[in-house]
């Protein structure tokens, strides 16, 4: 038997006994539960058209209310998986247009703008401000330096 072969790299054995966590039903691939208490998540294929619904019904749903991330991934997780599944609900979540416009921010409101005082001469007073993440450039760069004296 191949698993029993010692001569065979340690991944090879590892994928072997993964993969008797799968199991074809009425031609869909499943991943068995690890605990009593879990069902078996159904494997999607990569389809972005496919994987985008799935995220989408659990997120934009009324029932769940474009919920964050993490509620977001606890509703996909139960029932489905695919690789890279956090990356794509984590670039939906962040990129929900409604989200973007409806919810409100958690950071702590500004404080008041208080003036800078008037200089009495020349180069009393010199700031600088980095401005970056610019369109680049036809050579490539994407900030620029502000002097103000």
């Avoid at 009593?36 to 972005?48: A, F, K, S, V």
């Avoid at 962040?94 to 958690?106: A, E, G």
Wanted: charged share 20%.
């Amino acid at each position: 038997m191949a698993l029993l072969n010692p001569d065979l790299p340690m991944d090879l054995k590892t994928t072997k006994t993964q993969l008797k966590r799968y199991e074809l039903t009425d031609g869909l691939l499943y991943l068995q539960a690890t605990l009593e208490t879990d069902l078996p998540r159904l494997c999607i294929p990569h389809n972005t058209s496919i994987r985008h619904t799935i995220i989408a019904s659990c997120h934009d749903s009324a029932t769940s209310g474009h919920f964050g991330f993490n509620k977001t991934y606890d509703l996909v997780c139960r029932m489905f998986i695919w690789p890279k599944m956090v990356d794509h609900i984590k670039t939906f979540v962040t990129t929900c247009d409604t989200c973007q416009r409806i919810k409100s921010s958690s950071q702590l409101p500004a404080g008041l703008l208080q003036p800078l005082p008037t200089p009495g001469q020349q180069w009393e007073q010199v700031t600088m401000d980095f401005i970056i993440k610019l369109p680049p450039t036809q050579d490539g760069y994407n900030a620029i330096i502000v002097f103000v004296d």
